[in-house]
């Protein structure tokens, strides 16, 4: 019982500690794009952010293609194992 209470506590203490670390990192990132954007001209801030959607797309499309392709390799190999287990019989 003394385990899962400190086991608690701990987990606790760790995401108090990554909302710290998550939070200290997203208030550095908004006040560099505000000095980014007080100091840079309009065009290269609408660059830089068409930019950025572009590299988050290909990021994500990369993802949901390679998690579909596991699963399609998962059901492949699951049913070639079922066709032969079926032809030796």
């Given at each position: 019982?003394?385990?899962?209470?400190?086991?608690?506590?701990?987990?606790?203490?760790?995401?108090?500690?990554?909302?710290?670390?998550?939070?200290?990192?997203?208030?550095?990132?908004?006040?560099?794009?505000e000095n980014f954007v007080n100091t840079?001209?309009?065009?290269?801030?609408?660059?830089?952010?068409?930019?950025?959607?572009?590299?988050?797309?290909?990021?994500?499309?990369?993802?949901?293609?390679?998690?579909?392709?596991?699963?399609?390799?998962?059901?492949?190999?699951?049913m070639i194992s079922v066709k032969?287990?079926?032809?030796?019989?």
């Amino acid at each position: 019982m003394l385990l899962l209470i400190g086991m608690v506590i701990a987990a606790v203490l760790l995401v108090i500690w990554i909302f710290g670390v998550v939070g200290s990192w997203a208030a550095s990132i908004v006040d560099f794009a505000e000095n980014f954007v007080n100091t840079s001209d309009q065009v290269i801030v609408v660059a830089m952010i068409t930019g950025a959607v572009s590299i988050t797309g290909v990021v994500i499309s990369s993802i949901v293609t390679k998690i579909v392709e596991y699963k399609c390799n998962v059901k492949s190999t699951y049913m070639i194992s079922v066709k032969n287990h079926i032809s030796n019989l």
